[in-house]
């Protein structure tokens, strides 16, 4: 009898721990379940916000990097002691982990101070509407610089990036348009870094606008007609001189006797700028004319017509 009962309390342990386990296993499964069901996120997660515009640069990093070892290094190398890494990190602190739409100029101040650097007097270059143009004028001729042929600009030009506050922190599938939001990442760098790329020019100043554009070739609330023209400082700078160049064989839709150009006058007046402006300089309309040298407007007998 004794025997029989110790083999009884055996079998019921043994179904006990049977029970067990197999009590276990499903909790594991479910668990496993689950989190086939909810994608692999862990509860509370959430998901990275969505905007209209493109995301973040691939391997941003690299890119910043690169290009900013290029310009120290190659292009500017009297700033080879400037920190790319460092420049880097400002970056990439200015607006990781960070909701796009509630970025400030103070997150970007700490990068503007490490790569910011001046430029000589007489070579700045603005440009609205003359994207290409003034750009292909700066490659050729060096003595000028836009805001993009300094290392800030230089870094960030045709780039984007943008934060989100889940992880990773930067989102590469998209970020914010300006008409989604003001104060991104990207509109916030490029309005700082033009206005303060004005504020260090210096002795004569050129701007390159479009004469070909309908609309007028100066508008307000451009970059250069709503921050860099209301930040030059007349202490600093002596004159501005306006190119207005038309496209080879394109319409002629306003002169330097053109409304907005008028406008524009009486805004730099007002601040104590001398001004002059003149209809297809020269030698930027030789660069246009690479392009369409049988044209009649790239006769060599073409000149052009400056006004006061």
Known sequence: MPFQQGSARTRQRTVLLVGIVVLL??????????????????????????????????????????????????????????????????????????NPCNITPEDYQPLMELAS?????????FWS????????????????????????????????????????????????KRSECESNP???????????????????????LNG??????????????SIEIFNLNPDKVSAVRIWLMHD?????SESCSGYSIKRLKGILEERNFQITCEDNYRPVQLLQCVHNPDHTDCRLCTSSKAAP
């Not at 069901?37 to 990097?65: A, C």
């Not at 650097?117 to 270059?125: A, E, M, R």
């Not at 050729?140 to 610089?145: A, E, K, L, Y």
């Not at 070909?212 to 007609?225: D, L, Q, W, Y």
């Open 25 to 98: 296993a499903g909790l594991v499964l479910a668990v496993v379940l689950a989190s086939i069901l909810t994608h692999g996120k862990p509860e509370g997660s959430p998901e990275m916000l969505k905007w209209k515009d493109r995301g973040t640069t691939k391997n941003l990093q690299e890119v910043i990097l690169g290009r900013c070892y290029n310009y120290v290094m190659a292009r500017r190398s009297e700033l080879g002691d400037m920190d790319c890494l460092k420049i880097w990190e400002s970056l990439k602190q200015a607006f990781i982990y960070k």
């Open 117 to 125: 650097h001046p430029v000589p007097c007489n070579k700045s270059l």
């Open 186 to 208: 990207v509109s916030v760098f490029w309005k700082l870094a033009s206005k303060m790329f004005a504020e260090t020019a210096c002795g004569v100043v050129q701007v390159m």
């Open 129 to 176: 509407k003359t994207n290409d143009l003034a750009h292909r004028y700066t490659k050729s001729n060096q003595n000028f610089f836009t805001l993009e042929d300094t290392l800030l600009g230089y870094m960030a030009d045709r780039v984007s990036w943008c934060g989100d506050p889940s992880a990773p922190g930067i989102n590469y599938e998209s970020c914010p």
């Open 212 to 225: 070909s554009i309908e609309a007028g070739a100066f508008k307000s609330s451009s970059i250069f007609g």
């Open 248 to 252: 080879i064989g394109g319409p002629q």
